[in-house]
T-cell receptor, first 117, second 111 residues
Framework: DAMVIQNPRYQVTQFGKPVTLSCSQTLNHNVMYWYQQKSSQAPKLLFHYYDKDFNNEADTPDNFQSRRPNTSFCFLDIRSPGLGDAAMYLC????????????????FGDGTRLSIL | SQQGEEDPQALSIQEGENATMNCSYKTSINNLQWYRQNSGRGLVHLILIRSNEREKHSGRLRVTLDTSKKSSSLLITASRAADTASYFCATDGGSNYKLTFGKGTLLTVNP
């Protein structure tokens, strides 16, 4: 089945130690998104790629970076994780939006839960 | 912010009952979407309703949209224990494709 896969499901890192989360998709979707979701809160968009074009949200901390080497893979790099970065990180994909810039359904992976020691 | 707000924040019902969740938003939209999230899992898309639609059905789900009141509701009929999850509405802001999610309603269906 076509899907969005995130690895690992659980990641523990030390305060200040760089960490990379990965996402792969078999849907061949143009758009890939990274969200941060803290406990009992709404998912918050960090950034997205439309093909190779990177789009950062204005309030995403500089500590967060992303790479998309090809259509199928996307990575979230946290350069110096702080305690406040402990959260669930969700990757999602969608087909490119239609001519009216209308949103499409997004397909989510099961997330990576990041803990900071 | 155009963030949607779901109401209620939590809802507990018995199996077989209907569950209604509401969503309000602040700005104009092209589409409104509803998602389900089981504990510790990713979000699953349930239904998309366009701004020119008033009602949409999918299986046991019924979604309504009132753009004059900037509100939407999600009705789950004949609920099952497996419907226990958080439900989020998401809006696209009317001018772009990015989604802004509400805070969600935690639905518990007791067997």
């Amino acid at each position: 089945d076509a899907m969005v896969i995130q690895n690992p499901r659980y990641q523990v890192t030390q305060f200040g130690k760089p960490v990379t989360l990965s996402c792969s998709q078999t849907l061949n979707h143009n758009v890939m998104y990274w969200y941060q979701q803290k406990s009992s809160q709404a998912p918050k968009l960090l950034f997205h790629y439309y093909d190779k074009d990177f789009n950062n949200e204005a309030d995403t901390p500089d500590n967060f970076q992303s790479r998309r080497p090809n259509t199928s893979f996307c990575f979230l790099d946290i350069r110096s994780p702080g305690l406040g970065d402990a959260a669930m990180y969700l990757c999602a994909t969608s087909r490119d939006f239609n001519a009216g810039l209308q949103s499409r359904p997004q397909h989510f992976g099961d997330g990576t839960r990041l803990s900071i020691l | 912010s155009q963030q949607g707000e779901e109401d209620p924040q939590a809802l507990s019902i018995q199996e077989g009952e209907n569950a209604t969740m509401n969503c309000s938003y602040k700005t104009s939209i092209n589409n409104l979407q509803w998602y389900r999230q089981n504990s510790g899992r990713g979000l699953v898309h349930l239904i998309l309703i366009r701004s020119n639609e008033r009602e949409k059905h999918s299986g046991r789900l019924r979604v309504t949209l009132d753009t004059s009141k900037k509100s939407s509701s999600l009705l789950i009929t004949a609920s099952r224990a497996a419907d226990t999850a958080s439900y989020f509405c998401a809006t696209d802001g009317g001018s772009n494709y990015k989604l802004t999610f509400g805070k969600g309603t935690l639905l518990t269906v007791n067997p």
